[in-house]
């Protein structure tokens, strides 16, 4: 339900939400780069500040590194409670050449607002905070209880929200939890995610020589460690795409008909994907459908790599070190603890003797399935529709969001939503992120909607 | 021949010769970063001021890139010509952080001058203009006829000095030439290198999505460019260590038995090499030696490689693209520009349709092979006995000295004296790059008496 006046107060108050959002994707909040410190606390307070100006109480909880905001509305008694997640950090914005505009000035072209973090997280996690003003601004008060939680953690593993969520379970107890920090299945198709991929995330050290050698002197003498490297990250493949560490499908849950019949189902695009992507072909696992690759299987790949001089021109020499980033997105019933050692594993019997590897754990998160009867979930579907105007679909993400797990287990909470205002082709982690300014409308919409449809 | 009182000039100018070698070595002359283009100029500036200082007429010949600084002794009638080369130029200092003093300001401890040039080459060129001061110092003239070319390029493939050759050939005209640009078997045991290694360099660019993608996304579907790097990196070597672009090994000319036995029969400590390269083992082409494959046998090492995040933390991308850094060291027979092609060639058919792979041709130089059996190799023999107390062995080089084979192409020259005044373990390319006092001052005593032994 959403009433006409609370419409048109969106529809009405877009620009000025649209300028909200440009102020907060100018606050470089990149939660990695600890140069980046002081930018992401002004992100924390610019959400805590809004939170406020509705007449939520809340605050700013130190942690680790990055604060948690924790707000919540005036109480409505007898009405159930909504946490909703989301966070105000994002990823690097490199390659800066390859953006057309600066990722922290955003701009607005074509219907888009372009600036790092537009789409992930920050353009969904405001449409909440718009939709209470909207609700606030026609009704003078909310139908619902809500907490906001916005972390400074999720591009970095989340690493301190597990023990927050543990010291405060008493204050995040809620009826459901919203998260939008997916997409929709396609521009204008709404979705709800039933489940996410986990991740394996590790760095890779290669040592060989004690100093970079010179390659006319020493070539052919010792192990190089880009080449070990090399040889290392191949033999991780099969030959036929799927990958080759031993007990790395194990646990794997395998798929059902009905769920490979309704993927299949689903409207897809493939050249339009091939374009947007700009491959002429797909690569992969065999005996699976793209979709299903890209969401419902797990998969392996290179996050980045370097050894030696990549500069102008020519050196020769041999590097003394080599290293690659390595992840690995997995499916349940897989555990990233034990994929980590089965990868550890496996990458130390491929170096030879003359060289020595070391490991960094950069990031764990597991795999999520999401119960899709409950009451929440109707509700959830009725606000998307009267959001975006179509009943949503259900779906699987390739992505992981680590706080999913962290809520069910810290929390006990199995009644999570996953609603995804943004469209696959926005390029979160990419140059030149979106968000498109019809969906963060629509975001607002079923966002204000969701308030009624769980209060009902 | 030296005269004693030739010997005790040198000897009691050493200081003043180390002092002249710590100006020189000042100057960040890296000829390959455009930044230092004004240092490579004032190192050639500096080097031609030392000649004229000497008496020699000369001047800086622009190139396209870097100066040829040509200078000539004041005529001695009825005398031999003796062409010295050198270059002036070097390599870059990364990595930074791993030198102990600065690469660029000279720090003299335990016997050794450490900076970036040492003894690639500016030590090892100077020693011939020291040795100059000192015949002149004493007998105000000199017994022979030299000719100084020392070049700005040579670190980056000297790709300006065949068209000057061609262009200058009569003012080169020479009866032999000597080139310090190599080192002597083992710190005290002086040699003459006979031959050097070839080498191809090349670039490889592997493009694929337009742009970086989110590996939750689109993990499992697209060809990841960084695992198709590491796949055809993988490739380029068999599991032996040999190298397995076919073809390759097809004009590799055979060591001759006598060749082998005298390596063999050469002073090796190969724990004491190992030591000094901080490995624990040795790796390389099956059935040769450790000296046999670093300076008789064909290699292939990745000079770098790149791709992706390689910052602080985890950035969950897959990369648009990745690159590679690949030199080959040839041998005669083998010819640079068919290696070239082979390896591209092979490198094609290895990329799946899904990237693009572009390369960049960054270094060719042939191998060598030199005629022992000359005169003036016979004075070189009798300069370096006077020069270190011992009779000079013959060796191969592992590297490569493109100015070799552009000499004996360009000025059709073939008494060509590559006499190495440097040690195996100076570390030319390397951090903490060195040249010892001791090797600088009978370099200068070899260097003059070698000006005598010509002329007899």
């Given at each position: 339900m959403l009433s006409d006046r609370i419409s048109s107060f969106i529809d009405e108050h877009m620009k000025a939400f649209t300028g909200e959002?440009?102020?907060?994707l100018s606050i470089p909040s990149v939660s990695t780069l600890g140069e980046h410190a002081?930018?992401?606390?002004?992100?924390?307070?610019?959400?805590?500040?809004?939170?406020?100006?509705?007449?939520f109480s809340g605050a700013l909880y130190p942690t680790g590194r990055h604060p948690v905001v924790l707000a919540r509305s005036a109480e409505v008694p007898g009405a159930p409670v909504?946490?909703?997640?989301?966070?105000?950090?994002?990823?690097?914005?490199?390659?800066?050449?390859?953006?057309?505009?600066?990722?922290?000035?955003?701009?607005?072209?074509?219907?888009?607002?372009?600036?790092?973090?537009?789409?992930?997280?920050?353009?969904?996690?405001?449409?909440?905070?718009?939709?209470?003003?909207?609700?606030?601004?026609?009704?003078?008060?909310?139908p619902i209880n809500l907490i906001v939680l916005a972390e400074g953690e999720e591009e970095i593993g989340s690493t301190n929200l597990g023990k927050f969520l543990a010291d405060h379970r008493e204050q995040l107890r809620a009826d459901a939890v919203a998260i939008s920090d997916t997409s929709q299945l396609a521009p204008g198709i709404p979705a709800i995610t039933y489940a996410l991929r986990g991740l394996c995330y590790l760095q890779i050290d290669i040592r060989g020589p004690r100093f970079d050698l010179h390659s006319g002197c020493f070539g052919g003498i010792v192990h190089n460690p880009a080449q070990v490297l090399?040889?290392?990250?191949?033999?991780?493949?099969?030959?036929?795409?799927?990958?080759?560490?031993?007990?790395?499908?194990?646990?794997?849950?395998?798929?059902?008909?009905?769920?490979r019949q309704q993927m299949a189902a689903q409207p897809s695009d493939l050249d339009a994907l091939k374009n947007y992507l700009g491959v002429c072909e797909f690569a992969g696992e065999p005996g699976y459908t793209v979709t299903e690759r890209s969401t419902a299987r797990p998969t392996l790949d290179i996050n980045g790599l370097w050894g030696g001089f990549s500069g102008e021109g020519a050196k020769t020499i041999i590097p003394a070190k080599a290293g690659a980033k390595v992840s690995m997105r997995l499916v349940p019933n897989q555990i990233p603890e034990k994929i980590d050692q089965l990868f550890t594993r496996f990458v130390r019997q491929l170096c030879p003797a003359g060289v020595s590897v070391e490991f960094a754990g950069l990031h764990h998160a597991g795999p999520v399935l999401v119960n899709r009867n409950t009451s929440a979930m109707?509700?959830?579907?009725?606000?998307?529709?009267?959001?975006?105007?179509?009943?949503?679909?259900f779906k699987r993400d390739g992505g992981s969001i680590p706080v999913v797990n962290l809520i069910r287990e810290q929390l006990e909470q199995e009644n999570i939503l996953l609603l995804g205002w943004g469209s696959p082709d926005d390029g979160p982690h990419s140059p030149n992120e979106r968000f498109s300014l019809d969906d963060f409308h629509r975001g607002i919409r079923s966002a204000a909607a969701l308030f009624f449809e769980l209060a009902r």
């Amino acid at each position: 339900m959403l009433s006409d006046r609370i419409s048109s107060f969106i529809d009405e108050h877009m620009k000025a939400f649209t300028g909200e959002l440009a102020r907060f994707l100018s606050i470089p909040s990149v939660s990695t780069l600890g140069e980046h410190a002081a930018d992401v606390l002004a992100a924390a307070e610019w959400v805590l500040r809004q939170l406020k100006e509705c007449g939520f109480s809340g605050a700013l909880y130190p942690t680790g590194r990055h604060p948690v905001v924790l707000a919540r509305s005036a109480e409505v008694p007898g009405a159930p409670v909504l946490l909703i997640y989301g966070h105000y950090d994002v990823q690097p914005p490199d390659p800066l050449d390859e953006w057309l505009t600066p990722p922290f000035s955003p701009d607005i072209r074509d219907g888009y607002i372009y600036a790092r973090g537009a789409t992930d997280d920050k353009g969904q996690l405001l449409t909440y905070i718009n939709a209470v003003q909207a609700v606030l601004g026609v009704n003078g008060e909310l139908p619902i209880n809500l907490i906001v939680l916005a972390e400074g953690e999720e591009e970095i593993g989340s690493t301190n929200l597990g023990k927050f969520l543990a010291d405060h379970r008493e204050q995040l107890r809620a009826d459901a939890v919203a998260i939008s920090d997916t997409s929709q299945l396609a521009p204008g198709i709404p979705a709800i995610t039933y489940a996410l991929r986990g991740l394996c995330y590790l760095q890779i050290d290669i040592r060989g020589p004690r100093f970079d050698l010179h390659s006319g002197c020493f070539g052919g003498i010792v192990h190089n460690p880009a080449q070990v490297l090399a040889d290392v990250l191949q033999k991780l493949k099969n030959p036929d795409g799927s990958i080759a560490i031993p007990g790395f499908y194990d646990d794997v849950l395998a798929l059902e008909q009905w769920e490979r019949q309704q993927m299949a189902a689903q409207p897809s695009d493939l050249d339009a994907l091939k374009n947007y992507l700009g491959v002429c072909e797909f690569a992969g696992e065999p005996g699976y459908t793209v979709t299903e690759r890209s969401t419902a299987r797990p998969t392996l790949d290179i996050n980045g790599l370097w050894g030696g001089f990549s500069g102008e021109g020519a050196k020769t020499i041999i590097p003394a070190k080599a290293g690659a980033k390595v992840s690995m997105r997995l499916v349940p019933n897989q555990i990233p603890e034990k994929i980590d050692q089965l990868f550890t594993r496996f990458v130390r019997q491929l170096c030879p003797a003359g060289v020595s590897v070391e490991f960094a754990g950069l990031h764990h998160a597991g795999p999520v399935l999401v119960n899709r009867n409950t009451s929440a979930m109707r509700a959830a579907e009725r606000a998307i529709e009267i959001g975006f105007g179509k009943k949503p679909r259900f779906k699987r993400d390739g992505g992981s969001i680590p706080v999913v797990n962290l809520i069910r287990e810290q929390l006990e909470q199995e009644n999570i939503l996953l609603l995804g205002w943004g469209s696959p082709d926005d390029g979160p982690h990419s140059p030149n992120e979106r968000f498109s300014l019809d969906d963060f409308h629509r975001g607002i919409r079923s966002a204000a909607a969701l308030f009624f449809e769980l209060a009902r």
